[in-house]
Antibody
Framework: EVQLVESGGGLVQPGGSLRLSCAASGFSFSSYWMSWVRQAPGKGLEWVAT????????YYVDSMKGRFTISRDNAKNSLYLQMNSLRVEDTAVYYC????????????WGQGTLVTVSS | DIQMTQSPSSLSASVGDRVTLTCRASRGISNSLAWLQQRPGKAPKSLIY???TLQSGVPSRFSGSGSGTDFTLTISSLQPEDFATYYCQQYNSYPRTFGQGTKVEIK
């Protein structure tokens, strides 16, 4: 069974940093593109970033470029999102998603982890 | 960026109804379109990719069609578990973009 389990969310002050993790199991992690998608309270879905199987290609939404960094460790079956210079508007549930091997759109989702940016 | 516009924003329907949701892209995206379902308080669930291909395990009452800029998601016979918000997402180019969602409510 495919499982994606996010962790690392919590309360952080504006300007602070947080590192989210996603532990993957039940599939060959190194064979899939992976993404982060977020959802602000009461709002719709917003794509954050995507990373290729070998980690050599990364894509970000402009508003997060330079502040957020997506990475992966295929040996540990883990996906990460390093978030710096956090803003109040970054408050959201952050979802880890498995994309396809070649079709780069989510096919499986984690349960999400809540990040709250507030003073 | 490609803008995705869904209509209607919400609709009320009864169990057993046939329901059609629409998604329009601001420019052509070929068939690089996915549909997702999100029940209240739950993570999204992917239903369809490549505009019309069902993800594994998705019931056959869901179907998708379209290409270019205009796409539809049809639920042939609405079930109680289908009351949710539905999102489309284009993956033709970066940044990936979602529609604003269509909420399907019980009449």
């Amino acid at each position: 069974e495919v499982q994606l389990v996010e962790s690392g969310g919590g309360l952080v002050q504006p300007g602070g940093s947080l590192r989210l993790s996603c532990a993957a199991s039940g599939f060959s992690f190194s064979s899939y593109w992976m993404s982060w998608v977020r959802q602000a309270p009461g709002k719709g879905l917003e794509w954050v970033a995507t990373i290729k199987q070998d980690g050599n290609e990364k894509y970000y939404v402009d508003s997060m470029k330079g502040r957020f960094t997506i990475s992966r460790d295929n040996a540990k079956n883990s996906l990460y999102l390093q978030m710096n210079s956090l803003r109040v508007e970054d408050t959201a549930v952050y979802y880890c998603a498995r994309d396809g091997r070649s079709v780069v759109t989510p096919s499986c989702w984690g349960q999400g982890t809540l990040v709250t940016v507030s003073s | 960026d490609i803008q995705m516009t869904q209509s209607p924003s919400s609709l009320s329907a009864s169990v057993g109804d046939r329901v059609t949701l629409t998604c329009r892209a601001s420019r052509g995206i070929s068939n690089s379109l996915a549909w997702l379902q999100q029940r209240p308080g739950k993570a999204p669930k992917s239903l369809i990719y490549a505009a019309s291909t069902l993800q594994s395990g998705v019931p056959s009452r869901f179907s998708g069609s379209g290409s270019g800029t205009d796409f539809t998601l049809t639920i042939s016979s609405l079930q109680p578990e289908d009351f949710a918000t539905y999102y489309c997402q284009q993956y033709n180019s970066y940044p990936r973009t979602f529609g604003q969602g269509t909420k399907v409510e019980i009449k």
